[in-house]
Structure formats: structure tokens, C-alpha cells
């Protein structure tokens, strides 16, 4: 079969498979898991060089190149999903930029032939480990949150239920931690936290809790300064 009609089966499966999780669970939380699919289906399509190496002999090798165009065509797309669509920092268009020519060199290798084919081929091949590297640097980098606030127990969740911008700069702890007593409201408000009990479009401007609150994980204190705790106004 044509390259294009595998390509587009594997554009078609991710966009299928990205629609289904964005309307089930929201761009913010499933945005990484579709670039992990993604890395994984990339990995999978690279079998394809064992098969052309002859380190693996069974199955025909036009077979093995169809599902080859089909799974990386798939994992490329879906992390062209995860980069390009709000991309929060300069690492997300890395991985956007090494899928482009990954994709770009596939494409290039399946419409040519002879010493531009050949060339062509060794720089597909050696783009496919570097994206790898770069889309698991890119997830480590994120989840680095030793210094500050560990990522255990109940708090190991979803980037977007925090943080409140795509560069993950500023964060809330309401979406998991309400309190919406008049009392707490009002004590909240004459510092300026206003409104305290937010709807989403305002988390942008309330962040920040442990500027003012501690809180101690595993025996170890988070926060920078500690907020006047008996403070309490009475209610007019």
C-alpha cells in the first residue's frame, strides 16, 4: 500500500486516541500521557530497523515497513499534540521540532531513491533515539519538584491540577484544598486574596499559598513565610 494511506491510518488512530482522552479528561491532564503513548509507539515502530538489519528474520520486511509508517506516523502526531498545543517551555518545541524532521525524513525516505534516499535514511534513523531522549529529559524536567514540594502521596497528581498557567510558573492549592467559610473568606480578603473561594478564570491571580502558608510533608516544612494563624476577626 501507498505511504500515505499508512501515514494517514497513523494520523487518524492519533487523532482518535487524542479527541477520546481530551473530552474525557482534559487537555491539562492527559497532555503528557499522550506524549508518553506517543514515545512508546515511536519505540515500537523502531523495531523496524532490527527487521531491516536482519537481527530479526521473520515476517516480510514490506509488511514490517507498513506497520512501521502506520505506529511511528501514530506517535509522532500524538506528540505533535502534546508540544504544539500550548507549548509551555523551550524543551516542549524541541521535541516539536525533532518530530517535524523525524516525520519530514520518513517522508523523504518512502518518495526517493539512491544516495539522497541513503543519506536521508542514516539521518531518519539517527533523529528516532534523540527524540526519545528528548521527550523523557523533557518529563523528568517537569516532575523535578524535590527542592520545593515533593510529588508523593496525595499530591502526586496531574500538572494542571496546581498549577494555574501552561509555563506551570504559578500554582493554587484551592482546586484540592476549599475552604469557604465567611471566617476563612474574610480573613483571606484583608490580605488581599480576593475572591477566595475562585472561579476557575480567576487562579491566575490567586497562587502562591505557601508564600504565606507552612506545611510539613514527611517531616520536612514547606513554605516561605509563615502567616499570622490566630488571626481572626470577629464578623460584623
Not at 74 to 101: C, D, M, R
Amino acid at each position: 500500500m501507498h505511504p500515505i494511506i499508512q501515514i494517514g491510518h497513523g494520523l487518524a488512530g492519533a487523532s482518535f486516541i487524542s479527541v477520546a482522552l481530551i473530552w474525557k479528561f482534559g487537555f491539562g491532564e492527559i497532555r503528557h500521557t499522550l506524549s508518553i503513548i506517543g514515545a512508546i509507539s515511536i519505540l515500537v515502530a523502531n523495531l523496524y530497523f532490527l527487521r531491516s538489519k536482519q537481527i530479526i528474520r521473520w515476517g516480510k520486511k514490506q509488511t514490517w515497513l507498513k506497520y512501521h509508517q502506520r505506529v511511528a506516523s501514530l506517535g509522532l502526531a500524538l506528540v505533535f499534540v502534546h508540544s504544539a498545543i500550548q507549548p509551555n517551555a523551550w524543551h516542549s518545541w524541541v521535541a516539536f521540532l525533532l518530530a517535524s524532521a523525524n516525520f519530514g525524513t520518513g517522508m523523504t525516505v518512502s518518495f526517493t531513491k539512491g544516495k539522497i534516499r541513503k543519506k536521508t535514511l542514516l539521518i531518519h534513523s539517527l533523529l528516532a533515539p534523540v527524540l526519545l531522549v528528548s521527550i523523557i529529559l523533557h518529563g523528568s524536567s517537569k516532575l523535578d519538584h524535590d527542592d520545593f514540594f515533593p510529588l508523593t502521596k496525595e499530591h502526586d497528581v496531574a500538572c494542571v491540577k496546581c498549577h494555574t498557567s501552561s509555563a506551570y510558573e504559578t500554582y493554587t492549592c484551592l482546586l484540592c484544598h476549599e475552604h469557604n467559610t465567611r471566617e476563612i473568606q474574610f480573613a483571606h480578603e484583608v490580605h488581599g486574596v480576593i475572591p477566595y473561594n475562585p472561579k476557575p478564570h480567576d487562579l491566575e491571580s490567586i497562587a502562591k499559598c505557601l508564600d504565606c502558608h507552612l506545611t510539613k510533608i514527611n517531616n520536612r516544612e514547606y513554605g516561605r513565610r509563615r502567616a499570622n494563624w490566630d488571626y481572626n476577626p470577629s464578623i460584623q
